[in-house]
């Protein structure tokens, strides 16, 4: 009975996550980052909302030692639908930083990746906190 039962679950269809697309990008996301550059490592948490076409319309991060840093600017695209990673840059308080390579969840409601900006680089988290 057990053999049945386990063939049976084992043949029934699967919901499959499809690929990544552009508007799996779009809501509002809470980024958490560990950064590191010439002077000190620190970390961030950041708020910023992706709007249509991977638009950065709003963003603002806090650190321990920094308050409310402006997210000024910024993009983020799907590079690959198949494998759901992503790449963008974003400008925080006029510094620019770019996402090296990051990949979203199958679930499309996280995700990880590595970035870079002209005094170091850091590593990130992303978690969707909403939709547009």
């Known amino acids: 009975m057990y053999v049945a039962v386990g063939l049976l679950a084992v043949a029934l269809p699967h919901p499959a996550l499809a690929d990544c697309v552009q508007k799996d990008i779009e809501g509002r996301w809470r980024v958490y980052a560990d950064v590191s550059d010439r002077q000190s490592a620190h970390w961030l948490t950041c708020t910023l909302s992706v709007g249509e076409g991977g638009v950065i319309s709003d963003g603002r991060c806090d650190g321990p030692g920094q308050k409310n840093l402006l997210i000024s600017a910024g993009r983020i695209e799907i590079a690959d639908t198949t494998n759901c990673t992503f790449t963008g840059y974003l ?27 002209r005094d170091g680089f850091f590593t990130f988290t992303i978690i969707k906190t909403g939709n547009p």
Do not use: Q
């Open 91 to 117: 400008d925080v308080n006029e510094t620019p930083n770019r996402v090296d390579h990051a990949t979203l969840s199958p679930e499309k409601t996280f995700g990880s990746g590595v970035g870079s900006y």
